[in-house]
């Protein structure tokens, strides 16, 4: 009996191969399948990446936004606001009186600066008489006015910007200085350099002062002078009550001359009664809020 060829090894590799390749497709597929899904996760993790940036980009630009914006403000000639200064000398118990300002919404008045403003004060009057001087001058030996050239020595002076000088003082001021905020209503400050020594023209200096802070009004602050000459620096002066007289004087006689802009308070008066101030509240068009006032006044100011 012949017997049937058994397979040959060949067949059975082909066999064999022919059942391996739906699993090496299953494969493929799955693997693709898995490349795909990286790639979906990485480029996922990108924009994730990329919009995390974009946000913290965004949010520093807003922040520089309102920067710029603030700076803006700042820079900006503000026409409403209102101005006070505390006109006073040392240890007249001013510092208490510029915290209770400071208790009236809207307000920021600003310590002492040693008279900064003293600075931009001779800065502009010495270009204003500079200019009257070169204008003299042109007109003196016939010549165009306000048309000076380069042979001239103080080329340009005739022409010093008078008004811009006036507003760029503010803009400092305010910049600098006085700095007031968005609520701002009044700003300005206290100063105890007022005396002979500090300004010797007192009235040019105050004059100034009103150009360049339209409207500004002064309030004159005074203590008995025997406390004061006893406290402090004053204390080793053999003079002290003397030298407070004067000043308190020529304080009083600029506060006289200028009228409704000027107001004068007693220390004595109002540490002793907060309402010696109705009058103050009054003058300034601003409501006395007692019980605030007291609270100002149980704090501890200067040193």
Not at 259 to 285: N, Q
Request: proline share 4%.
């Amino acid at each position: 009996m012949q017997q049937r060829p058994g397979p040959s090894s060949t067949s059975g590799v082909r066999r064999s191969a022919v059942r391996l390749v739906p699993g090496a497709r299953a494969r493929e597929e799955r693997d693709a399948v898995a490349a795909e899904r990286d790639a979906a996760t990485a480029e996922r993790d990108r924009l994730r990446a990329e919009r995390k940036q974009l946000r913290r980009r965004l949010k520093k630009a807003e922040q520089e936004r309102k920067k710029l914006a603030g700076r803006l403000a700042e820079l900006e000639l503000r026409d409403d606001l209102g101005y006070l200064f505390v006109v006073t000398y040392g240890r007249s118990g001013s510092t208490l009186l510029q915290g209770l300002l400071n208790a009236i919404p809207g307000y920021v008045i600003r310590g002492e600066n040693r008279q900064m403003l003293l600075h931009l004060h001779e800065f502009h009057h010495s270009g204003a008489a500079e200019k009257r001087e070169q204008r003299r001058q042109e007109r003196k030996n016939d010549l165009p006015v306000g048309g000076g050239t380069p042979v001239r020595p103080f080329y340009g002076m005739d022409n010093f910007k008078v008004q811009a000088s006036l507003e760029d003082c503010r803009r400092l001021a305010l910049d600098t200085v006085l700095r007031p905020g968005p609520e701002t209503r009044v700003t300005g400050f206290k100063e105890i350099r007022w005396g002979q020594e500090d300004v010797e023209d007192l009235d040019r200096y105050v004059t100034w002062l009103r150009k360049v802070f339209p409207g500004a009004r002064f309030l004159v602050n005074t203590r008995d002078l025997t406390a004061v000459s006893q406290s402090k620096w004053w204390a080793d002066m053999p003079d002290a009550v003397e030298r407070l007289a004067d000043t308190e004087k020529r304080l009083l006689t600029l506060a006289d001359t200028l009228g409704d802009d000027a107001f004068h308070v007693h220390y004595d008066d109002y540490v002793a009664d907060p309402r010696a101030l109705v009058p103050l509240f009054e003058w300034l068009g601003e409501e006395l809020d007692e019980s605030r006032l007291r609270a100002v006044l149980e704090e501890r100011h200067s040193y």
